[in-house]
C-alpha cells in the first residue's frame, strides 16, 4: 500500500507560481512511477506531467510543457510540481499518483491516488 498526500495549493495570481508536493508513504517509493493530474470544474481528470522511478525521465502535457517542471527526491520519498506562468485555465484539483514500476498519461494506468489540493489562478 501507498499512501499519497498533496500539499502546496492554493489560490495565486495570474502569471504567478506555486509548488506542490506529494509526500508518499511505503519504503520502495523508488519502484513507483509518479504523475500528476488535474480536474477542472465539470472536466474530466487530465494529465499533467510524469517521472519514471528508474532514470527520472519526465513526460508533460502540452499544455503545460515550458511552464511545470516535475521532480522527485527518492531520499525524502516525495515528489514536486513547479507551476510558472500560471494561468487562470490551470485552476483546477490537483492530484498525485504512483503507478508501480510503470508510468503512463491515462489515469487508469496508476493504482494510487492522493486526496488532491485545489489550484486557483485568479486573472
Known amino acids: 500500500q501507498v499512501q499519497l498526500v498533496e500539499s502546496g495549493g492554493g489560490l495565486v495570481q495570474a502569471g504567478g507560481s506555486l509548488r506542490l508536493s506529494c509526500a508518499a508513504s511505503?519504503?520502495?517509493?523508488?519502484?513507483?512511477?509518479m504523475g500528476w493530474f488535474r480536474q477542472g470544474p465539470g472536466k474530466e481528470r487530465e494529465f499533467v506531467a510524469a517521472?519514471?522511478?528508474?532514470?527520472?525521465?519526465?513526460f508533460y502535457a502540452d499544455s503545460v510543457k515550458g511552464r511545470f517542471t516535475i521532480s522527485r527526491d527518492n531520499a525524502k520519498n516525495t515528489v514536486y510540481l513547479q507551476m510558472n506562468s500560471l494561468k487562470p485555465e490551470d485552476t483546477a484539483v490537483y492530484y498525485c499518483?504512483?503507478?508501480?514500476?510503470?508510468?503512463?498519461?491515462?489515469?487508469?494506468?496508476?493504482?494510487?491516488w492522493g486526496r488532491g489540493t485545489q489550484v486557483t489562478v485568479s486573472s
Open positions: 511505503g519504503r520502495t517509493f523508488s519502484s513507483y512511477g
Open positions: 499518483a504512483a503507478a508501480y514500476l510503470r508510468i503512463g498519461r491515462e489515469p487508469r494506468s496508476y493504482d494510487y
Open positions: 517521472i519514471t522511478w528508474s532514470d527520472g525521465t519526465t
